[in-house]
């Protein structure tokens, strides 16, 4: 069954929450865009309409059969905003000491609606953003309530001071010293927030900057079949063009993934995912007691160090528990390394250890322990049972706000209770070797003939190969398969796909979706998705050239 999208309302032009559109304008933006694109000589593939089972949102269509990777979108940069208006508005000067350029992009775009005006050569597109927002920008104490105990709290609340104290500043140093350019009447707090909002729910990277990229940011996002496969614009020949990751039909809806975490989809859309391959739970080492011994935490410090890792920081945890997807990792094999005295000397040792592979099987037992007191000590923060959630959800007549903070609360139980079942699995597929045990073998291998040597060495144990193998299979498979059944884990009850779109939106949810563009901040142009075949190439030749230097040195030796 094709992924279902969970916070399906109100998904207007550009973003969960966001509302305000009209058929007019939208209407008017198809016709600017057509107007705009075929001047440049280019045949138009898609246009923006209302989107069916969309809360009233809109979409974009496919107005012909779009083969799968085939270029449907290349956006002429002239038609897109970013740094290059900054600096054709004469803006530039006033902001060069606003470090992010998401800031510096939000003030023109304030500067363009309400100063520009009819004016700008984008009004049309402009006419088409949203009006208003629900983004957790905008909720209410009350509305924040439900989701009391979350990894959002905190990041909601740095994030309303820091738009807070750069409105003040950008006041007191830029728009009141040039209101001939920056009228009062026009930089308000509200539409600053209006500015900021659009920025943070719909900013797409091309060419390594900022911009706004209109019909593209109107693509509402969906899991697709290829589900490694994730949005990425690529800027080429002055044109930002897009590639269809999939084959839409004629008349379809076409649906972009952009491979983030449901917590930053909904942090700056106001959306998540239902079932999001991509989704990981944000656990901070706070959760954990800190061990006592000033060597023991010496140690466990030093590792962090080495690893980058900070006490207060959240360290995303995947299900799948692939060792490149566990950052965290290190820094729970110190904190249940059974030696205190040498871990007081690895600050003074050069490498630093790092603890980046398996220290033993004991050890790595008791690291996965620490992950399953994490979620637990998670769980217990949290007002509500599973039950209780799926009640709340099952009411009519709650708010939007409401059922989408009720909703993400009860996806991380969910989340929670997978990555429990996976590393207790993992756990049972350890044997009892000890660090002294290890270091024993690993000595006693070293005489063997190297025949025997390069044969031990190939040879893997369970626990190895479950870490390294491609694990595609949904948080639903893991409660199923993986031995969490409803008595040990009772949230699963009330967590099952169906049930959850049934109490959300009635019915089965299927082939739903929402709008969302790449998240600016945090997934720069590089970061995420589609690899050309250059760099691929480059990642063959260059193991293929480490490979080469490992038979040279044999040779050697």
Known sequence: MAPRVLAVVAAATLSV????????????????????????????????????????????????????????????????????????????????????????????????????????????????????FDTLQYYSAEDMKELK????????????STWRELFATLTRTVFKPN?????????????????????????????????????????????????????????????????APSFFEKGDEVFENYGQTNRIYFVNH??????????????????????????????????????????????CIKPTFKQRELPLFPALRAWVYDNATRMGKWVKERPVPRLESKVSNVNERAALGLIVDMCNAFLAKLPTSPAEDAAILADPAIGFRK????????????LAMVVIARAQELQGNLGPLTEGELEAQQNKGKKKKKGKKK????????????????????????LKERGVDEDEAPAQEETMLGKLSNALFGGD????????????????EDAAGRSDGAEDQKDKKKKKKQSGDKTKKKKKK
């Open 403 to 414: 059922r989408m903070s009720v909703g993400y609360r009860l996806s991380q139980k969910k």
């Open 455 to 478: 044969k031990k060495a190939e040879k893997k144990d369970e626990y190895d190969l479950l870490l390294e193998q491609d694990d595609e299979t949904t948080m639903e498979d893991v």
């Open 270 to 315: 106001g959306f998540f995912l239902e079932d999001n391959s991509h989704d990981c739970l944000s656990l901070p080492l706070q959760l954990l007691t800190r061990p006592k011994g000033a060597a023991r935490m010496s140690g466990i410090e030093t590792v962090m160090m080495a690893n980058k890792i900070r006490w207060e920081n959240a360290h």
């Open 17 to 132: 929450g966001a509302h305000g559109n009209s058929d007019e304008a939208i209407a008017g933006l198809n016709a600017w865009f057509k107007q705009e694109y075929e001047s440049h000589g280019l045949v138009l593939k898609v246009e923006a309409r209302r989107a069916a089972g969309n809360g009233g949102g809109y979409g974009v269509y496919a107005l012909d059969d779009i083969e799968k990777s085939e270029l449907y979108l290349e956006i002429p940069q002239t038609m897109t905003m970013s740094d290059s208006l900054t600096r054709q508005r004469g803006l530039y000067a006033d902001l060069v000491d606003v470090s992010n350029p998401l800031d510096k992009l939000a003030v023109t775009l304030i500067h363009e609606r309400w100063v520009v005006g009819a004016a700008s050569p984008f009004a049309a597109y402009i006419a088409a953003l949203p009006q208003e």
């Open 509 to 524: 949810g299927d082939q739903q979706a929402v709008d969302l563009d790449e998240q600016c901040e945090e997934v720069p």
């Open 149 to 160: 105990g979350t990894d959002i709290e905190d990041t909601v609340r740095r994030t309303r």
């Open 179 to 243: 209101s001939d350019r920056y009228p009062a009447a026009v930089f308000t707090w509200e539409n600053f927030r209006w500015g900021m909002s659009v920025l943070h729910t719909r900013c797409i990277w091309v060419g390594g900057r900022p911009s706004l990229v209109p019909m593209l940011d109107m693509i509402n996002c969906k899991e697709l079949p290829d589900k490694a496969q994730v949005h990425k614009t690529h800027s080429e020949g002055g044109f930002a063009n897009t590639y």
